[in-house]
C-alpha cells in the first residue's frame, strides 16, 4: 500500500488591525505535475488553537513559487479582508472575508 499526500504550506497570515483574528492563506502542491495548486484561505481568533476553513480553491501556476504578485491578502476594516488571487495569464479572482458575525467569505471576479 501507498500512501500519497500534498504538501501544505503556509503563505501568509495577518493579524486583524484590532488583533482579534488571524487570517492564513496556505498553498498546496498538487501530487501529479500540471495539476492545479490549492489555496486555502483559514480565519482563527488569534491565539486560538483552531482555525476555520473559509475557501478552498484551485489556482494556476506556472512553475514559478508563488509570490505576493499572485496573492495578496490584507485587512481593509477590523472586520472586512481581501485575499487578490492573480494567476498567470488567467483572470484574477478576489476573495472578500467578513467576520462582522459568523466568519464567511465570497469569491468573486476580478481584485
Known amino acids: 500500500m501507498i500512501a500519497c499526500s500534498a504538501t501544505e504550506s503556509e503563505f501568509d497570515s495577518v493579524t486583524s488591525p484590532d ?7 496556505t498553498v498546496t502542491e498538487p501530487l501529479v505535475p500540471h495539476a492545479k495548486y490549492k489555496v486555502t484561505v483559514y480565519i482563527a481568533l488569534n491565539g486560538a488553537p483552531h482555525r476555520q476553513e473559509l475557501v478552498n480553491t484551485p489556482l494556476a501556476n506556472d512553475g514559478v513559487p508563488f509570490t505576493a504578485q499572485n496573492i495578496g ?8 479582508a481581501l485575499v487578490c488571487l492573480r494567476p498567470t495569464d488567467l483572470p484574477d479572482r478576489g476573495i472578500r472575508i467578513d ?3 459568523t466568519p464567511s467569505a465570497e469569491i468573486r471576479p476580478g481584485c
Do not use: E, N, P, Q
Not at 488583533?19 to 492563506?25: I, R
Not at 491578502?73 to 472586512?80: A, D, E, Q, V, Y
Open 99 to 101: 467576520v462582522s458575525a
Open 19 to 25: 488583533g482579534k483574528y488571524v487570517l492564513t492563506v
Open 73 to 80: 491578502l490584507r485587512w481593509i476594516s477590523t472586520t472586512t
